[in-house]
């Protein structure tokens, strides 16, 4: 069974730019979360979608928007990046989301952002 | 809100010696997991505890789950170099939130 892929792997943006990071889901997981992961932040959640639904959402601003199509594949997009928008961006997936089953993350998107 | 706090942040250990970091939440947890996440890597599922005191085991890896759902801790026994990483517990309230711990990085020196 093939594993949570995110593409791409890595990103180089400038302040202002916006981006779009991509997630697909191991097959059979419905739910899909993102989180940022910074040096000495440990895993931020950003949200989580569930059957195309936003379940739910974390304390970032609304730059930081996502969604998810009906084979569950998800996409996060951040929009007028700040420098401080760099990190490690991971999606996980399960079957009913939440934390009711084990998440499987992806290797993670980094994004620099200059 | 609801947080989990883990602690320490960092654990140095020489090989062959023990190492435990400990998940506190504010509030009842109806479960916890935890991961690893290797240098370079990801986060990878351990374990998750869902009863109240539960004790699991994995080899080296002891797991305990607080009487209360409010803690839980993770012990490993005589560290190896291959343990290195960081260890992030994740808890889930009885209304559905989850969080994850800041997560403690163990180097393990030879």
């Known amino acids: 069974k093939a594993g949570v892929t995110q593409t791409p792997r890595y990103l180089i943006k400038t302040r202002g730019q916006q981006v779009t990071l991509s997630c697909s889901p191991i097959?059979?997981?419905?739910?899909v979360s993102w989180y940022q992961q910074t040096p000495g932040q440990g895993l931020q959640f950003l949200f989580e979608?569930?059957?195309?639904?936003?379940?739910n959402k974390g304390n970032f601003p609304g730059r930081f928007s996502g969604r998810q199509f009906s084979n569950s594949r998800s996409e996060m997009n951040v929009s007028t990046l700040e420098l401080g928008d760099s990190a490690l961006y991971l999606c996980?997936?399960?079957f009913g989301g939440g934390l009711n089953s084990p998440l499987h993350f992806g290797n993670g998107t980094r994004l620099t952002v200059t | 809100g609801q947080q989990v706090m883990q602690i320490p942040q960092y654990q140095h250990v020489q090989e062959g010696e023990d190492f435990t970091t400990y998940c506190n939440s504010s509030?009842?947890?109806?479960?916890i997991q935890w991961y690893k996440q290797r240098p370079g890597g990801h986060p990878v599922f351990l374990i998750q505890l869902v009863k109240s005191g539960e004790v699991k085991k994995q080899k080296r890896l002891t797991f305990q789950f607080g009487e209360a759902k409010k803690n839980s801790s993770l012990h490993i026994t005589a560290t190896q170099t291959t343990d290195v990483g960081t260890y992030f517990c994740a808890g889930r309230t009885n209304a559905g939130k989850s969080t994850f711990g800041d997560g403690t990085t163990l180097t393990v020196k030879p």
């Open positions: 509030t009842t947890l109806s479960n």
């Open positions: 979608y569930f059957s195309e639904t936003q379940r």
């Open positions: 097959s059979g997981h419905r739910s």
């Open positions: 996980a997936s399960n």
